[in-house]
């Protein structure tokens, strides 16, 4: 989705390549395998302000790297991480990933404090697509205060491979064992995709509404990627 700290709900994720071609829409789902012997760079810039508080503006920016190692799997690094509060941190999180069959995903995210397992869903005709995520966050510290979270992107291919607009809804459940309900929030990100058709380059710019549901803090973002990828010989 390189998990931020940006957004209460929205999960770490990125823009994929599928069958040697970059596919991915939206801002947070994870989409199809990455082409065997491919390297995926997919830097990540986000900021945000909650509104109901009035706090400061926050921005943070993730790189993440992958490469696809087999027909059938594939695997993701957080290599870097930086916040303006500051905050620095190397290697944050890995990521395998198995193809069931090329639309559906099964992968697990691994870092020093949570690990995710995920089931990621992708598919596409010349005019739409859709991306469904849905991920299980369980903190080592306490696997009762796990959050349940999906990502839900329905993408209008305006141009094929080359400019798409979609809308992304991120529902989350955190559960905590000291309160009587479990606190449920969402955000809506609409945005748009774009593309250089043989480069190898593609981004995704949306506008992130946060805090919807109970318990939430109001806010707004921008957030931004930019991908590259390139086969090894």
Not at 106 to 116: D, E, K, N, R
Not at 133 to 153: C, E, F, H, K, W
Request: charged share 10%; with cysteine; net charge neutral.
């Amino acid at each position: 989705m390189r998990r931020s700290t940006m957004f209460p709900v929205r999960i770490t994720a990125l823009m994929l390549c599928m069958s040697g071609f970059l596919s991915g829409y939206s801002y947070n789902a994870w989409n199809g395998l990455i082409a065997e012997r491919t390297v995926f760079v997919n830097p990540f810039l986000s900021t945000s302000s909650v509104i109901t508080t009035n706090t400061a503006v926050t921005a943070g920016a993730d790189l993440v790297c992958a490469y696809g190692a087999t027909k059938n799997a594939d695997i993701f690094a957080s290599l870097a991480q930086v916040g303006v509060t500051p905050s620095f941190a190397f290697f944050n999180w890995v990521m395998p990933r198995f193809a069931i069959t090329p639309e559906h995903i099964i992968a697990l995210q691994i870092s020093s404090t949570f690990v995710t397992p995920q089931y990621h869903f992708f598919w596409e005709n010349d005019v739409l697509a859709l991306e469904v995520n849905v991920l299980a966050r369980m903190p080592y510290s306490d696997i009762r205060t796990a959050t349940v979270s999906a990502v839900i992107a329905p993408v209008w291919r305006v141009v094929k491979d080359a400019f798409a607009l979609y809308v992304e809804f991120d529902p989350a459940c955190t559960f905590d064992p000291t309160a009587p309900n479990a606190r449920v929030s969402a955000a809506v990100l609409p945005g748009i995709w774009f593309s250089l058709p043989g480069t190898g380059f593609q981004g995704s710019i949306g506008a992130n509404c946060f805090g919807l549901g109970t318990g939430a803090s109001w806010g707004l973002g921008v957030v931004a990627w930019f991908s590259y990828a390139f086969a090894l010989k």
